[in-house]
């Protein structure tokens, strides 16, 4: 058998590779750089690398190769595997900046007196002589960026994988480090590693299901590539339950990554374990990321078999926004009501994803489902990353205090904190004016465009209820009177540029993308549709 | 002149000053600066809306139009116009603006002031843009950010309990404001389909889209104005509210935000789902019917004066929508009427009675007797607005309320028969409320009680002129409705049964027929 050199696009999968040696250079650094200067050369270069990829992701998208009267455009990379296509890129782009972000706030040492929000020595049991010592000679991990860009590397792969096989690594590739990052608390580190583990081991079961998944499709199917699996699916007719199980199974793995009911229940836990850095991160990425696959996935793949998932899509979508609003009321923790908030989200982008329709079936100038996945993806990725950087700020004594307890009349002792706050509740609320509500319109409008009138209704009910629990934050902060036994109430640490910076750009984001969002519309719009 | 964009200046203004009012230094929040600033600010919108007026041709339609695109992938235009429904209510808002301005002078001294007006400043620019709007998704947008405003206004300043009757306040609009966005967003739906997608309402008008869209998306806009508006069986929040917010937080909503319930079913429902406006007319007028004797019934049972107060609107409220949709000239313009004469009324009645519980230090109507001897020009002013708000003739309220009196035995007997008792009971508890807390002997601990001041005065007098004037010269605001009334009804696709009622005598040209 002769061995044949597989062709690799370079040009149009660079900032990937980029993404991915910044990562191993970053593994290096911690092997030969004194522990004094890592800190800086860590931040420096993951930062670097997340702009420059961000810069590479700018020039490509520009290149792309325009198909079908701008139906589509890209091109499929790699030997098939990597398709780099308009929505890739959008992807990509989204990705790095909250990336950028996350990194922002990784490197953010003035909250904690110096040092990062992250534990000074991982190994050190918590409460042991060994954690005392590490934390009095001012240990952190530096680990954590190389971790982050990994991550960052798999995000990217993941919307952008044209086969199974690669959608696979992808996943694992995401998944690996932020389980890691997820125990690297500085604070309730029990809490933290627990939630590390909960993460872990569910996500490895997930990640059975999935490939169970993928056998059963390939068994379907004879081949892992989706334009192959499209190819069968509308041809063949003999294995149709093969398909269905394999289906099933890959619904399970993605469901569970973006956290849908009932898949959902890792994400109160983890997000309220893990370093709130990570939090803010891993809640706006990972679900960009696995939105991205999940598209391509059943648009691309399974596109002939709509109406066979479009049934399962709905009852999900309206079970997961059910559980994410109605269990987000019943929290007295910020941390975990933003969890259950943010699972209410992903029903709410589900309902985006079932309205996709034949391009036939559209008028001219019409939303797709596709553009407005992305637009909600972009709003609600920079309202989540916002939110969680204003909840590092707030703290008692023992550091973060997201108990809403200590969170009353926020409002009246840092009024402007308390304000930025309430500002990305409300667009997460989906208030006019705020870029939330444009997302939720544009969601909602293909779900009804697509005839799925009772996951619209549900919907809308479901907002209903999320507005009340977003807003009862807001009488915490600003109308309740104390009580006098209230305890120790936080307060607003000053933080360094960096936290104020990404505050800032979410805040920046919310408004713009709210007051004027046509922009970003027509990107999304001239993203066009997957490359098959 | 005409040049000028005078509609966007209009909503900009109060819109800075807001914005100037808040951002004043802190130093000067309890000084009379904020205030001061807020108060020149109103003035100015008040100036350009009476410039509005003069603009303003009876009889050309939509006028003074601007149109801008605005998020073109969703078909969404920056327009605004305006018509003689959307004249009154921009002169009723810019009106009673400076009028709360003065009337709350002391209202929030000691819980920043400053913010207090500004909240109130943008809550006047959202209402201005409502109601200028001739774009959906506009209207929808500023329809809800007035909101925010005012649950401010509800939550930051009244009394113990506001926080929670802001949340209760809020829950319902924006209930009802997620209703109205499922309608829209199927608007949306229905324009794409028909070609391209677009919000104007001038071409949502010219929609031909299939009855079971048309009535499923008129029900959806139709439970957000009973909401807003608000109608029986979706008024809860409204006594909660006027009982726990400042008087003049409750006519910034009651008298102006709650209009645009009643306005938006005049612009959208009847605008653009004509057939399913005639088809719901049995439904909504049971409602009206139910709202207007169900509420002055619970107005009579209460014992807060704030309370009260706020539920005769619920009252009034059902009397608008009878007028509505009871799809006649006479109801049509009756109700815009009776939008301008009910708010002039009951800002005066919740400005007055806001002064007689700061005198007191109760609102409890049980615990108040005998202030007509320390404070007779109190009494009497509240006498007179309480005498507009029961319909006295020779005070506006009555003109409105006589149209849409015949508007409804237009439509049945007995619809008029039983709008008919509502008059009745609105005399039993206007007049058992003056006689409780009115008269009766002199109670000594109000030794301390004096009258009105000038300031107070000042705020409540050209109220009660209001109520004076157009109670004997409704001509000009008729002359200015009735076109817009008429070509809405040319819309619908009715027309009048054989004259029953002259309702103008002077003008011949603009009013219709009948006479």
Redesign the interface.
């Known amino acids: 058998m002769d061995f044949v050199k597989p062709t690799i696009e370079y040009a149009d999968i660079w900032p990937l590779i980029l993404v991915f040696g910044v990562a191993c250079v970053g593994v290096v650094i911690e092997a030969f750089v004194p522990r004094a200067h890592r800190f800086l050369v860590q931040t420096v270069l993951a930062g670097a690398g997340i702009v420059a990829a961000l810069v590479g992701t700018v020039m490509v998208a520009r290149d792309l190769t325009v198909h079908a009267d701008g139906a589509a455009r890209g091109a499929i990379d790699v030997e098939g595997t990597l398709a780099v296509d308009g929505p890739a890129v959008f992807f990509w782009g989204l990705i790095l900046v909250v990336a950028l972000g996350g990194v922002l706030l990784f490197a953010e040492r003035r909250l904690e007196g110096g040092v990062s929000a992250f534990a000074g020595q991982a190994a050190a049991l918590p409460g042991t002589e060994a954690e005392r010592q590490a934390s009095k000679s001012g240990l952190e991990h530096t680990e954590i960026y190389p971790l982050l860009m990994f991550a960052v590397f798999g995000m990217m792969l993941f919307p952008s994988a044209n086969d199974l096989l690669t959608l696979f690594v992808a996943l694992e590739v995401l998944s690996l480090p932020l389980y890691l990052l997820c125990g690297l608390a500085r604070r309730r580190r029990l809490l933290s590693q627990e939630a590390a583990l909960k993460y872990f081991l569910l996500g490895a079961f997930s990640s059975g299901f999935f490939l169970y998944g993928v056998a059963l499709t390939y068994g379907f199917a004879g081949s892992m590539s989706y334009a192959d699996i499209n190819e069968a699916v509308r041809n063949d007719l003999t294995n149709q339950s093969l398909l269905l199980l394999g289906i099933g199974m890959l619904s399970v793995g993605l469901l569970f990554k973006v956290g849908a009911a009932p898949f959902h229940s890792w994400t109160p836990d983890v997000y309220q374990g893990a370093p709130t850095p990570v939090t803010a991160f891993m809640a706006a990425g990972t679900k960009i990321a696995a939105f991205g696959a999940i598209l391509r996935l059943f648009y691309v793949a399974f596109g002939s078999e709509r109406w066979t998932w479009q049934p399962m899509l709905w009852v999900i979508a309206i079970l997961t926004m059910v559980v994410g609003a109605v269990l987000a009321v019943v929290q007295t923790d910020m941390k975990r009501m933003l969890a259950y908030s943010s699972i209410a989200h992903t029903g709410f982008l589900l309902t985006g994803v079932l309205g996709v329709q034949q391009a036939t079936d ?6 797709t489902s596709m ?1 407005a996945v992305l637009f909600y993806l972009t709003t609600y990725g920079f309202a989540m990353l916002g939110a969680f950087a204003v909840v590092t700020l707030v703290r008692d004594s023992s550091g973060e205090a997201s108990t809403f307890a200590r969170w009353q009349g926020l409002g009246r002792r840092s009024p402007l904190v308390a304000g930025l706050f309430a500002f990305f509740l ?1 667009s997460m ?1 989906g ?3 705020t870029a939330g ?2 997302g ?2 544009a969601v ?2 293909v779900a ?2 697509a005839g799925a009138w009772p996951v ?2 549900a919907a ?1 009910l479901c ?2 209820v999320a ?2 629990f977003y ?2 934050v807001i ?1 915490l902060m ?3 009177d104390v009580a006098p036994d209230a305890g120790e109430l936080a307060s607003v640490a000053r933080p360094s540029v960096l936290t104020s910076a990404t505050i800032a750009v979410g805040l920046a984001a919310t408004v713009v993308l709210g007051v ?3 922009p970003v ?2 990107l999304a ?1 001239n993203a066009g549709q997957f490359l098959r | 002149m005409s040049d000028l964009p005078l509609l966007t200046i209009l909503i900009v203004v109060p819109l800075v000053g807001a914005l100037v009012t808040a951002l004043l230094p802190k130093a000067s929040r309890e000084t009379a600066l904020p205030k001061q600033v807020a108060l020149a600010f109103a003035l100015v919108t008040a100036a350009v809306g009476i410039v509005i007026a003069t603009q303003y041709d009876n009889g050309a339609g939509m006028q003074l139009e601007e149109k801008h695109t ?6 969404v235009h920056y327009a605004l116009g305006v018509d003689g429904l959307g004249l009154m209510m921009i002169l009723l808002t810019v009106a009673l603006v400076p009028v709360v301005f003065v009337a709350s002078w002391h209202e929030a001294d000691g819980r920043n002031p400053a913010a207090f007006f500004a909240w109130a400043l943008a809550l006047q620019a959202f209402a201005l843009c409502v109601f200028a709007a001739t774009d959906v998704f506009l209207f ?6 007035t ?2 405003p005012a ?2 206004l509800i ?2 300043f009244g009394k113990e309990g ?2 929670n009757a ?2 209760k306040f ?2 319902y609009q ?2 009802g404001g ?2 109205l ?2 309608a ?3 608007l ?2 229905v324009s ?6 677009s919000y104007l309402l001038s071409d949502l008008q010219q929609l031909d889209m299939s009855t079971t869209w048309e009535r499923w998306l008129f029900v959806g806009f139709m439970i957000a104005f009973i909401v807003k508006a608000p109608l029986f069986p979706l008024h809860t929040w409204l006594a909660d509210t006027t009982e726990k917010a400042t008087p003049g937080t409750s006519v910034l909503l009651v008298c102006i935000l709650d209009k645009i319930g009643t306005f938006g079913m005049l612009r959208f429902c009847l605008g653009i789902f004509p057939g399913a406006s005639e088809w719901a007319t049995p439904v909504v007028i049971t409602l009206a019917l139910i709202s207007i004797v169900y509420g002055a019934f619970l107005a009579i049972g209460q014992d807060d004066i704030l309370r009260l107060i706020g539920l005769t609107s619920l009252s009034h409220f059902g009397f608008i929508t009878l007028g509505i949709f009871a799809l006649t000239t006479q109801g049509g313009s009756g109700s815009i009427l009776y939008m301008v004469n009910h708010g002039v009324g009951t800002a005066a009645l919740f400005l007055l009675a806001g002064y007689l519980i700061k005198r007191k230090g109760t609102s409890l109507i049980s615990e108040i007797t005998g202030v007509e001897h320390r404070a007779p020009v109190l009494a009497g002013l509240f006498l007179i607005a309480g005498l507009a708000t029961l319909g006295l003739p020779g005070l506006s309220q009555f003109v409105s309320e006589i149209l849409v009196m015949i508007a409804a035995f237009d439509y049945h007997w007995w619809v008029g028969a039983v709008a008919v008792t509502g008059i009745v009971l609105a005399a039993v508890y206007v007049l058992w409320l003056y006689q409780r807390t009115m008269t009766g002997p002199p109670v000594p601990a109000d030794e301390g009680i004096r009258d009105l001041d000038k300031r107070e005065l000042v705020a409540v007098v050209p109220l009660m002129a209001a109520l004076v004037v157009f109670g004997f010269f409704p001509q000009p605001m008729l002359d200015a409705v009735n076109p817009t009334v008429d070509s809405l009804l040319q819309h619908v696709g009715v027309t009048d049964d054989p004259p029953t009622v002259p309702i103008a005598d002077h003008d011949d040209s603009t009013s219709e027929e009948g006479h």
């Open positions: 559209l008028s001219d100038g019409e939303i553009q409300l609320a208030i006019p004016l509500f444009v939720k319109w909602f409008t009804l465009s619209v209704v809308i907002s209903i507005v009340f807003v009862r009488v600003f109308f309740v004027v969002p046509g519309l027509t719009a | 605005w998020i073109e992938p969703l078909g929808y947008v500023v329809f809800e950010a909101l925010i649950y401010f939550g930051g506001r926080g802001a949340l809020l829950m924006l209930g997620l209703v966005l499922a829209v967003i199927g949306y739906v794409a389909d028909a070609g391209t997608p």
